[in-house]
Nanobody, 125 residues
Framework: QVQLVESGGGLVQPGKSLKLSCATS????????IGWFRQAPGKEREGVSC????????YYSDSVKGRFTISRDNTKSTVYLKIDKLKPEDTARYYC??????????????????WGQGTQVTVST
């Protein structure tokens, strides 16, 4: 059974950093593309980053490029999203998602079948 569990969210001040984790189980992580998405209240879900299967491509949306870093640790079956220089507009619920054998990942939620429950990130003073 494919499972994804996000963690690492919380309340942080602007300018600080945060590292989100997506712990996976039930499948071989290296065979899957993993995407990170976020959704703020009243807004559509936005794909912010992804990493392709088998060390495929890495994608960042223009809105986060230069501040977000995605990485994968296959030995721990975990994908990370490091967020630097947090801004209030980064406030959202962050989700990870998985899709099998996708070497060129995308930021479209339609391309992913498996989803976690999300972790809340709130950026505020």
């Amino acid at each position: 059974q494919v499972q994804l569990v996000e963690s690492g969210g919380g309340l942080v001040q602007p300018g600080k950093s945060l590292k989100l984790s997506c712990a996976t189980s039930g499948f071989t992580l290296d065979h899957y593309a993993i995407g990170w998405f976020r959704q703020a209240p009243g807004k559509e879900r936005e794909g912010v980053s992804c990493i392709g299967a088998k060390d495929g491509n890495i994608y960042y949306s223009d809105s986060v490029k230069g501040r977000f870093t995605i990485s994968r640790d296959n030995t721990k079956s975990t994908v990370y999203l490091k967020i630097d220089k947090l801004k209030p507009e980064d406030t959202a619920r962050y989700y990870c998602a998985a899709e099998i054998l996708t070497y060129t990942c995308s930021g479209s939620s339609d391309d992913y079948h498996f989803w976690g429950q999300g972790t809340q990130v709130t950026v505020s003073t």
